[in-house]
T-cell receptor
Framework: KQEVTQIPAALSVPEGENLVLNCSFT??????LQWFRQDPGKGLTSLLL?????REQTSGRLNASLDKSSGRSTLYIAASQPGDSATYLC???????????????FGKGTKLSVIP | KAGVTQTPRYLIKTRGQQVTLSCSPI?????VSWYQQTPGQGLQFLFE???????NKGNFPGRFSGRQFSNSRSEMNVSTLELGDSALYLC????????????FGQGTRLTVV
């Protein structure tokens, strides 16, 4: 069964700290991995997409890495701010029907609280 | 550029009723996927449509169905609602190929009483 796991479920850090969120997946034949942010009661905001051929992607204070051999991805947030408080979800595309379809398999997220 | 639009944002239905949710993808995107989010199960894949054809389906009962129109707008229908169908239903839009970014709408919060 294809699974995505995110540990820890919750994380609290003081403002200004650099932090790493972890994501692991069961299938090394991954097509891509995407990180999302979700604010309470809201939809998902895409942060970064990493293709299977890439090792990392950067956007502003965010850097995501992908290691297919170990089945891991990390999201690095530099100089955290209270506005970064949200739930962070990773989702992997690990199956491909051959008809151009795919499905995102989601982890259950890490709830991040940045304390002023 | 407009994002993914889901309507309505909130719904309250009674057990046994049916409901239809709507999703308008980003202009030019031909793929629409639906996900159910609950506190216990997290986000689970329902189905994906591309050019009016269902390309993939998750492990949900037949009460959950969908369709896509020629303008790429999609609807999801749930018949004979159960209390356990209460969830946030999210729609994702992407241009179509497997390695493109998925963009999500704000979701429809369905409460079944």
């Amino acid at each position: 069964k294809q699974e995505v796991t995110q540990i820890p479920a919750a994380l609290s850090v003081p403002e200004g700290e650099n932090l790493v969120l972890n994501c692991s997946f069961t299938d090394s034949a991954i097509y891509n991995l995407q990180w999302f942010r979700q604010d309470p009661g809201k939809g998902l905001t895409s942060l970064l997409l990493i293709q299977s051929s890439q090792r990392e992607q950067t956007s502003g204070r965010l850097n995501a890495s992908l290691d297919k051999s170990s089945g891991r991805s990390t999201l690095y947030i530099a100089a955290s701010q209270p506005g970064d408080s949200a739930t962070y979800l990773c989702a992997a595309v690990m199956s491909y029907s051959g008809a151009g379809s795919y499905q995102l398999t989601f982890g259950k997220g890490t709830k991040l609280s940045v304390i002023p | 550029k407009a994002g993914v639009t889901q309507t309505p944002r909130y719904l309250i239905k009674t057990r046994g009723q049916q409901v239809t949710l709507s999703c308008s993808p980003i202009s030019g995107h031909r793929s629409v996927s639906w996900y159910q989010q609950t506190p216990g199960q997290g986000l689970q894949f329902l189905f994906e449509y591309f050019s009016e054809t269902q390309r993939n389906k998750g492990n949900f009962p037949g009460r959950f169905s969908g369709r896509q129109f020629s303008n790429s707008r999609s609807e999801m229908n749930v018949s004979t609602l159960e209390l356990g169908d209460s969830a946030l239903y999210l729609c994702a839009s992407r241009s179509g190929t497997v390695n493109t970014e998925a963009f999500f709408g704000q979701g429809t919060r369905l409460t079944v009483v």
